[in-house]
């Protein structure tokens, strides 16, 4: 279920929140009882819950400046605030650790120090260790329900706060029992779990701080980059290409470049990248996706690899022969460019493009391409009815010559700029083999231009038996 933003956020700052008053309970109960009980690791306790206000009010103040919007010098949102205020707090643990150390050697070794372990230096430590498991629950919570790093590390920091008051509680009872059991050297275990307090801090820190880092440094899992490309290998996706993850607090930003046929239209590759959209947002709920299709190449078809090359140059490439022959292989073509171009530079355009060809496909031996202008005929066009009268009578003659059975039909002769085109359709048996057909359309082109010498440009197009012309 999705929760609304606003909600979201809402929830995510009365949590913190609760977590701040908290520190405060503590670290005033935790100072008030260790300076009268004179207990280091309480002392310590204390330092580490005033360290942990300055570290539940920095996370109270990201997780409210991170829920902004994105703007102009923001684009991806303020989201890395959370990142940053987990650093921030592995900072603070990384200081309480070196003052605790530092303060639990000189107790070791180098002087003496009294500690009163009674009710009320238990009773804080009990005390703590409930509240921290209390806070720590709701804020591992709120970290999984709204993916937050900063309540992430809060929860994490709490929780190991749970043992390292049980260390200082096992000090705590070192003390009782170097006075029961007439052991002076047990009343070091108060400064002894000072340390284990210290050595328990290091270790969160190590685990906030290398996550910190990660995310401001983008640094992807490899097991969330493999859910993405697996997602999206999408019907219509001939490869993943590249697959890019960054985090930014609670949001993930992926961008994914999947290759498509080049053939496949601008339409369906659209339809194609948003089909990969929704597949990785459905493994990964709620991400921002980016999704860049490319056409592939099939390096293996030098007919597909040619006519792509050309199309880069703006060129279009028709009748391409591929010619294999001792001394190697050679391609032949025709290159359509702009009516208006030059000889030059249409020779320019060819020259590029045979290079390109040549590059891509390092076996070619030789290119031949015959230039010709594309496009439509610009000058005007009007209906010729006696053209029409001659090529009807040559369509009589060819069907008294031609074995294979044919109907043509809706032959429409037209003359512009002096010259007559032609049109007609072609209806064989649909059982006939595209070569056959396309013989038979070259046999009537030269019959038809025999008997009627004006004839510029034919159009013949074949097709079934029965088929219905749009």
Avoid at 36 to 46: D, F, P, Q, R, Y
Avoid at 90 to 115: G, P, Q
Wanted: proline share 4%; charged share 20%.
């Amino acid at each position: 279920m999705t929760i609304d933003k606003t909600q979201a956020d809402r929830e995510k700052r009365a949590v913190a929140l609760t977590s701040v008053l908290a520190a405060v309970a503590l670290t005033v109960a935790k100072l008030v009882v260790g300076l009268s009980t004179n207990s280091i690791g309480i002392l310590s306790e204390a330092a580490h819950s005033g360290l942990d206000l300055i570290a539940a009010g920095v996370t109270l103040w990201a997780v409210t400046a991170a829920s902004k919007p994105a703007d102009r010098e923001h684009a991806y949102g303020h989201g890395k605030i959370e990142n940053l205020s987990a650093l921030f707090e592995t900072v603070l643990l990384l200081a309480t650790c070196a003052w605790i150390s530092w303060e639990a050697v000189e107790r070791l070794f180098f002087r003496e120090a009294a500690v009163v372990a009674n009710a009320w230096s238990f009773g804080v430590v009990l005390l703590s260790i409930a509240v921290d498991y209390s806070r720590s629950r709701a804020l591992m919570a709120a970290a999984k329900k709204h993916r937050s790093q900063a309540l992430e590390a809060d929860a994490l920091h709490f929780s190991t706060d749970i043992w390292s008051s049980a260390v200082v509680l096992l000090g705590l009872f070192g003390v009782l029992a170097s006075r029961k059991f007439a052991a002076p050297w047990l009343v070091k275990a108060d400064a002894a779990a000072a340390l284990g307090v210290a050595a328990i801090v290091v270790g969160v820190c190590w685990k906030l701080g290398s996550k910190a880092v990660d995310d401001l440094l983008d640094t992807a899992s490899p097991d969330l980059q493999e859910k993405v490309r697996r997602a999206a290998a999408e019907p219509g996706v001939t490869d993943v290409r590249q697959v890019r993850v960054r985090r930014s607090g609670p949001s993930v930003f992926v961008d994914v470049t999947v290759g498509v046929d080049r053939d496949c239209g601008i339409e369906r590759a659209h339809a194609i990248a948003d089909g990969v959209e929704a597949a990785v947002q459905a493994a990964v709920p709620e991400a921002d996706v980016l999704v860049h299709a490319e056409p592939s190449s099939d390096a293996s078809d030098p007919i597909t690899v040619a006519r792509a090359l050309a199309s880069r140059r703006g060129l279009a490439a028709h009748s391409i022969r591929i010619c294999d022959d001792r001394d190697g292989r050679t391609i032949e073509l025709h290159l359509e460019v702009r009516p208006g171009s030059l000889l030059s530079e249409a020779h320019d355009l060819a020259s590029a493009f045979e290079s390109d060809l040549r590059r891509a496909l390092p076996g070619i031996k030789d290119v031949v391409s015959h230039l010709e202008p594309g496009g439509g005929c610009p000058c005007p066009v009007t209906h010729d009815p006696a053209g029409e009268s001659r090529v009807q009578k040559a369509l009589l003659s060819f069907q008294g010559l031609e074995k294979t059975a044919f109907h043509a039909h809706e032959v429409t002769v037209r003359t512009s700029a002096g010259q007559m085109s032609l049109s007609l359709h072609c209806s064989l048996d649909g059982a006939t083999s595209i070569r056959e057909a396309h013989s038979l359309t070259v046999r009537l082109e030269k019959h038809l231009r025999a008997a009627v010498p004006q004839l510029g440009r034919v159009i013949i197009h074949s097709e079934p038996s029965g088929s219905q012309t749009p």
